[in-house]
């Protein structure tokens, strides 16, 4: 019996039919190098993706920070060190948030004084940061305010502000020869914003504390046992702003730090140095956008400072710690004055010196002498560039020894 053709022989070399089993292709195996370089190229490429969109978001919610033309601002060479003046304004015109509610009507506010003035100094080539602050009533002549406000004389430095960061610059630069190159302005609503992002600051107080004006407590300060917690961003404000700062050493015993502005600004830095802890240990790509968010509205910057240049300082200072920052304070003494009441003379040489270390060099020529109680000028010695760095590390400059007003175990610290 013949055989016909096997049905399931394939004609042509077509593919096989239904159920038979075709030869199998050889396929080269990929090695165990290839697999590691093709998983290390996917790698990178993720990670270059998530970096770019986060540069991208962070320079568009910088972007949001509300900026402003700078005249009398300092030109800086590109990663030359340079000098921020940070203000801290006391204006709440228009304010109907928590600040407004905490600290008193916007109605009752007349003009604008900054309530806090510091400068820092970056230099980005070493990786440092010094921080000086020179108490709001320096006793100044001042500069580049408008001639027949009743302001253009003799008064405190903080009353410079009252027409914006021009002529507060101005003062600095003339009265004291530190050239600023930008300028950042926070306010009330700001701090609270900036701290309860964080999910409050931790700060270790010796004893319980208030702030007492007679009876008064005007910053609305109250801690009421002592130890390390965390204070959300009304009380890290209330803190930062207390000028009568008094501690509890026994049930009932209150002692008076008797400091007024001067231990103010050591609180203050205190406060700094927390909040940068906190921003360490916190912020991760979850939490930067609440951070962010939250404090963009409330802060004004000089139009000179770019979103990029922020972002860049902030990946160069990523592992800064608040430890790190090395904090100053311009020497002066209180004083009266018939023109301004209540001031604060600055003390030479000790205050020139101060400024020397803090620039790392002598400063610029000034113009307009610093103030006696008498409205006099106050002799500025010669200065020379210091020898040495300008204070070790531990985050403290020679203003913010133990025999500086202000300090002492009664101030609470970062924990």
Same mark, same amino acid.
């Given at each position: 019996m013949t055989l016909g053709p096997d049905p399931h022989a394939v004609a042509g070399g077509g593919p096989p039919p239904p159920g038979s089993t075709p030869a199998k292709k050889r396929r080269r195996r990929r090695s165990t190098r290839d697999k590691v370089l093709i998983t290390g190229v996917v790698i990178v490429a993720v990670v270059l993706l998530m970096v770019g969109s986060v540069y991208g978001y962070l320079q568009y919610r910088l972007g949001q920070i509300k900026s402003e033309k700078c005249p009398t601002c300092s030109v800086v060479a590109d990663g030359a060190p340079y000098n921020v003046l940070l203000v801290g304004s006391d204006s709440r015109a228009g304010d109907t948030g928590a600040a407004a509610r905490s600290f008193g009507s916007a109605s009752l506010v007349g003009g604008q004084r900054s309530d806090t003035i510091k400068i820092l100094h970056v230099d980005p080539g070493a990786g440092t940061a010094r921080l000086? +602050?020179? !108490?709001?009533? &320096?006793?100044?002549?001042?500069?580049?305010? !408008?001639?027949? &406000?009743? #302001?253009?004389? @003799? /008064?405190?430095i903080n009353t410079s502000f009252n027409d914006g960061p021009g002529?507060?610059?101005? &003062?600095?630069? /003339?009265?004291?020869?530190?050239?600023? $190159?930008?300028?950042?302005?926070?306010?009330?609503?700001?701090?609270?914003?900036?701290? /309860?992002?964080?999910?409050?600051? /931790?700060?270790?107080?010796?004893? !319980?504390?208030? @702030? $007492?004006? %007679?009876? $008064? %407590? %005007? +910053?609305? =300060?109250?801690?009421?046992?002592?130890?390390?917690?965390?204070?959300?961003?009304?009380?890290a404000l209330a803190l930062a702003r207390s000028r009568y700062y008094e501690y509890e050493v026994h049930?009932?015993?209150?002692?008076y730090d008797? +400091?007024?502005? =001067?231990?103010?600004?050591?609180?203050?830095?205190?406060?700094?140095?927390?909040?940068?802890?906190?921003?360490?240990? &916190? #912020?991760? !790509?979850?939490?930067? %956008?609440a951070f962010l968010g939250s404090i963009v509205h409330d802060i004004t910057k000089d139009e000179a400072m770019s979103s990029s240049q922020l972002v860049s300082l902030a990946q160069q200072y990523h592992a800064f710690s608040g430890s790190q920052l090395q904090t100053y304070t311009l020497p002066t003494v209180g004083a009266y004055s018939s023109v301004a009441g209540d001031v604060e003379v600055v003390a030479q040489p000790a205050a020139q010196q101060v400024i020397t270390q803090f620039l790392g060099q002598a400063p610029d020529q000034i113009v307009t002498p610093p103030l006696d109680a008498y409205g006099s000028a106050v002799t500025i010695p010669p200065t020379t560039a210091p020898s040495a760095p300008a204070s070790s590390g531990g985050g403290s400059g020679p203003a913010t020894t133990s025999t500086v007003p202000g300090t002492g175990s009664f101030n609470p610290k970062p924990c």
């Open positions: 000086l +602050s020179i !108490p709001r009533d &320096t006793y100044v002549a001042m500069s580049g305010m !408008p001639a027949g &406000t009743g #302001l253009a004389t @003799d /008064n405190k002529p507060l610059i101005e &003062t600095i630069q /003339n009265t004291f020869g530190i050239p600023i $190159n930008h300028f950042v302005i926070i306010d009330f609503d700001g701090v609270i914003d900036l701290v /309860n992002s964080l999910g409050g600051i /931790n700060l270790d107080f010796t004893y !319980p504390a208030r @702030d $007492n004006d %007679n009876g $008064n %407590n %005007n +910053s609305g =300060l109250r801690i009421t046992h002592a130890g390390c917690q965390t204070l959300n961003g009304n009380m049930p009932g015993v209150w002692y008797g +400091s007024s502005d =001067l231990g103010r600004i050591q609180r203050q830095d205190i406060i700094i140095q927390a909040v940068v802890d906190k921003a360490k240990s &916190t #912020l991760n !790509p979850l939490t930067v %956008n």
